[in-house]
Structures are given as structure tokens and as C-alpha cells.
């Protein structure tokens, strides 16, 4: 069975705290995706990486970054966390091509 | 970029009815459309997609009919049952590593 395993469900963090959201995926899979989902806004693309070391920005990368350095493994990292950045994230992934995204169950984080 | 607007953003429906969930897009090279499907505290899932090559596509109680010129797309679920209650996202994409989401559709299945 597909798995792509978040490495935490719930957080609670400060302001200005280093975060890291960790993804694993056992599919072999290139493609992998880190997207934020709140309330009438749906599934907003934060990052992608197609690549082991490779990423690239999707629509609102601002305050985040990204590490990809073993294939199934896809990190998001919030440097310096803020209010704004409370939300639920979701890991992805995806094999070549345009088709099936398999997501995780989802991080909620809550910056206080 | 691509723009996705999903309506109506809350469903309720009875058991046994049909629940239609519909969205627009705005790039017409987008030539693929999937539907998930997110259930509570679960991460969304893939319930069907359909390519700009077809029309309409049928998996047991769900259908996606495309309607390329007029650049939108439905979801229909037949015989709707209380396991379907859930919440509901279009996407678009053209060919690339880029899915754009609508807002997502609330489906309560009344008993």
C-alpha cells in the first residue's frame, strides 16, 4: 500500500521559531510537493522538488524553504515561524508525468 | 496563472439524491482535471480525472463531465450515501508539475 508518512500531526510552536515539517514517501516516487490548506483558499502550492537537491517555487514560497536531500524524504522548513503561517500542511507525492498526487494526512501547525 | 473557482463551497443533500459540484478554470491550455476527495483527518485522495481528450467520464456512482469551451467542469455523484460525506476539491493543470486547487466543496449526506 502507497504511503506518504508526515512525521507530525499536531505542533505547537512560538514566533520566530525554526520549524520543520519532515515527509517520507515509500513509492520511489520523484515528484514531491509541500502544500498549505486553509479555509476557503483550498490547497495552495508552497514548494515542489522533481529531484533529489532540485525545487522549485510554487505560488506562495515566501517564508519557507525546502531540503530534498535523499529521494524520499522532502523537508519543509518555516526559518522564522509567524501567526500568518498557521495552517495544515500536506506533503505529496507524485510519480513522472501528469497524473495522481498521494498525499499525507496532514501537519497542523499553530504558531502563537 | 491559473485560476479555479469551485461552487458551491457547502452541499447538503439526502441520502439516495444527487449531489453536482462545479468548477470553472481559466487557462484553456489546462487539459487535465482531477477531483478529490479529503475525509476528516485524512489527506485528500484521488476519486477520478478526466482529460481534455473526453468528455465525460463515469466510476460507479461518479461522473466528471468537461466542457472545454466554456471552461468548466462538474462532478455528479449519484445515490449519494452517507460515506460520501466529505469535503471536495477541483484542480486544473497543463501538462506540468502544477495543480491549481478550487476552495473545496463541504457534501453532508443527510439520513
Known amino acids: 500500500d502507497v504511503k506518504v508518512t508526515q512525521s507530525s500531526r499536531y505542533l505547537v510552536k512560538r514566533t520566530g521559531e525554526k520549524v520543520f515539517l519532515e515527509c517520507v514517501q515509500d513509492?520511489?516516487?520523484?515528484?514531491m510537493f509541500w502544500y498549505r490548506q486553509d479555509p476557503g483558499l483550498g490547497l495552495r502550492l508552497i514548494y515542489f522538488?522533481?529531484?533529489?537537491?532540485?525545487?522549485e517555487k510554487g505560488d506562495i514560497p515566501e517564508g519557507y524553504s525546502v531540503s530534498r536531500e535523499k529521494k524520499e524524504r522532502f523537508s519543509l522548513i518555516l526559518e522564522s515561524a509567524s501567526t500568518n503561517q498557521t495552517s495544515m500542511y500536506l506533503c505529496?507525492?507524485?510519480?513522472?508525468?501528469?497524473?495522481?498526487?498521494?498525499f499525507g494526512e496532514g501537519s497542523r501547525l499553530t504558531v502563537l | 496563472g491559473e485560476n479555479v473557482e469551485q461552487h458551491p463551497s457547502t452541499l447538503s443533500v439526502q441520502e439516495g439524491d444527487s449531489a453536482v459540484i462545479k468548477c470553472t478554470y481559466s487557462?484553456?491550455?489546462?487539459?487535465?482535471f482531477p477531483w478529490y476527495k479529503q475525509e476528516l483527518g485524512k489527506g485528500p485522495q484521488l476519486i477520478i480525472d478526466?482529460?481534455?481528450?473526453?468528455g465525460e467520464k463515469k466510476d460507479q456512482r461518479i461522473a466528471v463531465t468537461l466542457n472545454k469551451t466554456a471552461k468548466h467542469f462538474s462532478l455528479h455523484i449519484t445515490e449519494t450515501q452517507p460515506e460520501d460525506s466529505a469535503v471536495y476539491f477541483c484542480a486544473a493543470s497543463k501538462n506540468d508539475y502544477k495543480l491549481s486547487f478550487g476552495a473545496g466543496t463541504t457534501v453532508t449526506v443527510r439520513a
Open positions: 513509492m520511489d516516487h520523484e515528484n
Open positions: 487557462d484553456s491550455a489546462s487539459n487535465y
Open positions: 478526466i482529460r481534455s481528450n473526453v
Open positions: 522538488s522533481y529531484d533529489v537537491k532540485m525545487k
Open positions: 505529496a507525492s507524485r510519480g513522472p508525468g501528469v497524473g495522481e498526487l498521494f
